[in-house]
């Protein structure tokens, strides 16, 4: 290739998405597949969604409100904040390139997880910056304590994914509380909340709330693609101080928030009935993998979000590809590493059997 590449965008692994289910349904001759690789909500869609989505395409030819006038009110209402500290994006994935794009210069350090969400390392890469990993503790939590000591005088940012993608690892308030405390006031923590609607009533929280956003140290993330079940309209948000919203501003893309984006993410909104449905099936249908992976003698991880971790003892791709050949998609985890560990996201009950019993097979 002629054109220069700078070096720090030449060393960039891709991200690589698992696989659309019709691109492997082609490829291996198969039907009626069933994909838990990507988290996404085995219900599709709310219905109210459906509809607005399908009603907002007769002023598809007009651009849509780049303001995002009545999203950002509806979740600023939500959540108890100001519109203006609600910043929309083409899924959250796209807010979290505007933090990175306004806020690190090259040389700059974003502390973050060794295993956590591929997308934080790719898009501090791309900045010039650099990713610095802290393990996670044994059990797989996030290692807060550790986070801290990497802390230095180039340091920006701190990522944490609460509950954690892949381990559905969740930190309790108190621990995070703890952790602000010690954390320099400088350094802006960015909390992606992805799978925040999964975790069990009596433990959950969020940082996307005053008392947090206030402080103008702490970003929250959240999205529409996971117990929304709207992966495909990409839409996200994140949630911040006003002065840190008007940063964004400058460099965000004026009209990141499609039509339909905006019309589904108001209704989904507004179907508190589905997103209920929704988590209930999950946190019933993760009970019962549990219960099936348990019987089958192999070590699983207990999860806050949609998905799991299951310790397969041996080399995970394999078994990935032996389970496609079954018609069920899971995701191998060595790009996160954990080359021995698959993830599954909750499915409905009949996807759930399927999976168990291609697992059986393919393991005997
Ligand atoms: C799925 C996921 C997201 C959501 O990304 P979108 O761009 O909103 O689809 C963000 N963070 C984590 C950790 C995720 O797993």
Known sequence: MAVYVPGHIAEIKPYVPGKPIEELERELGIKNSVKLASNENPLGASPAAIKAITESLSVLHRYPDGGGFFLTKKIGAMLGVDPECVVLGNGSDDVIGMLTGALLEPGDEAVMACQSFLMYEIMVKARGAFPVYVPLNADLSLDLEGMLEKINEKTRMVFITNPNNPTGAWIEKNDLDSFLAKLPENILVIMDEAYVEFVS????????????????????????????????????????????????????????????????????????????????????????????????????????????????????????????????????????????????????????????????????
């Not at 019309?263 to 589905?274: H, R, S, V």
């Open 201 to 364: 009533k009596d433990r959950q929280f969020t940082t996307a709330a005053k008392e947090y956003i206030d402080s103008g140290r702490l970003v929250a993330l959240r999205t529409f693609s996971k117990a929304y079940g709207l992966a495909g309209l990409r839409i996200g948000y994140g949630v911040m101080s006003k002065e840190l919203a008007l940063v964004l501003h400058r460099i965000r893309q004026p009209f990141n928030a499609s039509i339909p984006a905006q019309a589904g993410a108001l209704a989904a909104l507004d179907d508190k009935d589905f997103l209920d449905k929704s988590v209930n099936l999950i946190q019933t249908e993760l009970e019962f993998l549990y219960e099936k992976i348990g019987e089958m003698g192999l070590k699983y991880h207990r999860s806050q979000a949609n998905f799991f971790l299951i310790e397969l003892g041996r080399d995970a791709y394999e078994i990935f590809n032996l389970m496609l050949r079954e018609g069920v998609i899971i995701r191998a985890m060595a790009s996160y590493g954990f080359p021995t560990c698959i993830r599954v996201n909750a499915g409905t009950r009949p996807e759930n059997e399927k999976f168990i019993e291609a697992l059986k097979k393919v393991l005997k």
